[in-house]
C-alpha cells in the first residue's frame, strides 16, 4: 500500500524558515517525480516546486523561486522542502505527490507547469502557517 506522510508544518513569523518532509512507503521514491502542492483557503489547490526521477531536475513556481528548496534523500526514500524567507501568503496546507509521469513536472513557455491530474498518491497535508 503506497502512503505518503507530510510532516514539519507549524506556525512561523515572516521571514523565518520551516522545512517540510515527506516520507514514502510502498513505493522508491527516486523512481518517481515527486511534486509539492499547496492549498490555501477557498483557492485552488497550486504546484510549487517538483523534482524528476531521470535526473533530479528541479522546477519551482515563480512564487517561491530563490525561497524554497526541494531535495530527496533516497537512503531515507523521503523528500524535504525547505521554505525560506516565508511570507504570509505562504499560508496554506502543503502536500507532497508522486507522478509516474517525468514531464509532469518542467518549465511551459517559461512558466512552471505541473499539473495535479497527473499525479496519483498523494498525501495528507501539513498545514503551515506564516503571521507575526
Known amino acids: 500500500q503506497v502512503q505518503l506522510v507530510e510532516s514539519g508544518g507549524g506556525l512561523v513569523q515572516p521571514g523565518g524558515s520551516l522545512r517540510l518532509s515527506c516520507a514514502a512507503s510502498?513505493?522508491?521514491?527516486?523512481?518517481?517525480?515527486i511534486g509539492w502542492f499547496r492549498q490555501a483557503p477557498e483557492k485552488e489547490r497550486e504546484g510549487v516546486p517538483c523534482?524528476?526521477?531521470?535526473?533530479?531536475?528541479?522546477f519551482y513556481a515563480d512564487s517561491v523561486k530563490g525561497r524554497f528548496t526541494i531535495s530527496r534523500d533516497n537512503a531515507k526514500n523521503t523528500v524535504y522542502l525547505q521554505m525560506n524567507s516565508l511570507k504570509p501568503e505562504d499560508t496554506a496546507v502543503y502536500y507532497c505527490?508522486?507522478?509516474?509521469?517525468?514531464?509532469?513536472?518542467?518549465?511551459?513557455?517559461?512558466?512552471?507547469?505541473?499539473?495535479?491530474?497527473?499525479?496519483?498518491?498523494w498525501g495528507q497535508g501539513t498545514q503551515v502557517t506564516v503571521s507575526s
Open positions: 505527490a508522486r507522478s509516474v509521469v517525468d514531464i509532469s513536472c518542467t518549465y511551459v513557455s517559461g512558466q512552471y507547469y505541473s499539473p495535479t491530474v497527473e499525479y496519483d498518491y
Open positions: 510502498g513505493i522508491t521514491f527516486e523512481r518517481y517525480a
Open positions: 523534482m524528476r526521477s531521470n535526473d533530479d531536475s528541479t
